[in-house]
């Protein structure tokens, strides 16, 4: 046998043991991510396990997928339905000790989670977490010390009168949050203030969502105008994600858009939102606040010898800013510039906020 026929044989030999331990690697770790992916109750079938391993950067075909799925069923209490297409699930009576195990840090974490992001993550996201949320419960309530109290002992409120969420459509909502993890434009059906409720169609490039106290915004383009707008989630009646790719502005930013102000809605005429420098003096009590929490990075708080504080800071003009400098009333002595103290003080009428929106 020629030299080099020798050498690429001795090779392929060689390598043989460590290709297939790699294959044998990846092989588990591939069925490990299909077996905590099996929900408990409802059906999962091959097609959407594909899915949400491709989105995890899996390529894997349907076949391998009902390779693996009869492989693992021979060692786990999964089920199958025996229907076409076959949908699988975790059996009604597997022990939970056939999930993953999690301690109770862990199940603390996945509770708060559920209980306070639930409404900004994409609906298929949640149906792949709740086998987690389940497991969370489930080993919170057979743990007897105090990290499963924490939740109990924690809350969230407003620090402003708080609103009942408005009703969300949820195929619309589900459609919505989709096109935007996908990046994808969506086909939309909304019901706009602006234009006496009338129903309008629109096609969006989602960027991003926001919530500001009760109401879900989603921030996009147009795909007639290059500007980003805001529409309430609410309204939306109909979405459907499109194949096309969004389209994204040169260079957005969205912790850049809303520390602009983006939000807190441009005041009167203005056609967006501008940083002014405020000159502030309040009474020793009101003031005493921004000695801990500051308005900007810029802010500077003196404490006066008659006992007022005075603060200044560069802070965006919105009618949110005027609105909350008349909650002061009478705490709040004096207020720079003119034309902001006369919004303040404006006792007609509030200030027409005109955000950047189709709300």
């Not at 009576?93 to 409404?119: C, G, R, W, Y």
């Not at 389940?134 to 409120?157: F, G, T």
């Not at 949820?170 to 086909?187: H, N």
């Not at 800013?321 to 705490?331: P, Q, T």
């Amino acid at each position: 046998m020629p030299k080099k026929a020798q050498a690429t044989k001795k090779a392929s030999k060689s390598a043989g043991p460590a290709s297939n331990e790699k294959e044998t690697v990846n092989s588990l770790y591939r069925q490990w991510q299909i077996l905590s992916k099996l929900p408990t109750g409802k059906w999962i079938g091959t097609r959407q396990l594909q899915e949400q391993l491709q989105r995890e950067g899996i390529d894997i075909s349907i076949r391998t997928i009902q390779r693996d799925l009869n492989q693992i069923a021979s060692r786990f209490p999964i089920e199958s339905n025996k229907e076409t297409p076959q949908g699988w699930r975790w059996q009604e009576d597997a022990p939970i000790q056939s999930l993953p195990h999690m301690n109770s840090s862990q199940a603390v974490t996945f509770m708060m989670v559920e209980d306070h992001l639930k409404h900004l993550l994409p609906p298929s996201l949640l149906d792949e977490m709740r086998p987690w949320f389940d497991l969370a419960r489930r080993s919170l309530s057979s743990e007897h010390n105090n990290v499963r109290q924490w939740i109990n002992r924690v809350r969230i409120v407003p620090a402003t009168q708080p609103l009942i969420p408005p009703a969300v459509d949820a195929k619309a909502q589900q459609s919505i949050y989709e096109a935007l993890l996908q990046d994808r434009q969506l086909r939309v059906t909304y019901k706009a203030r602006a234009h006496q409720g009338e129903d309008t169609v629109y096609t969006l490039n989602p960027l991003a969502l926001v919530q500001r106290g009760a109401i879900i915004y989603l921030i996009c383009t147009r795909h007639d105008k290059p500007d980003v707008r805001q529409f309430a989630l609410h309204r939306f009646s109909h979405a459907t994600v499109l194949e096309s790719r969004s389209m994204h502005p040169v260079n957005f930013n969205i912790d850049e858009y809303l520390a602009a102000g983006a939000l807190g809605f441009t005041s009167y005429n203005q056609q967006s939102v501008e940083p002014i420098f405020i000159d502030l003096m309040f009474h020793a009590k009101a003031g005493q606040t921004f000695f801990e929490s500051r308005l900007s990075e810029d802010q500077t708080v003196e404490k006066l010898e008659s006992g007022e504080v005075r603060v200044t800071a560069t802070v965006p003009f919105t009618a949110q800013l005027v609105w909350w400098l008349r909650a002061y009333g009478r705490m709040l002595i004096d207020i720079k510039p003119e034309f902001l103290a006369e919004q303040v003080h404006e006792t007609a009428f509030l200030p027409k906020a005109e955000p950047v929106t189709d709300v």
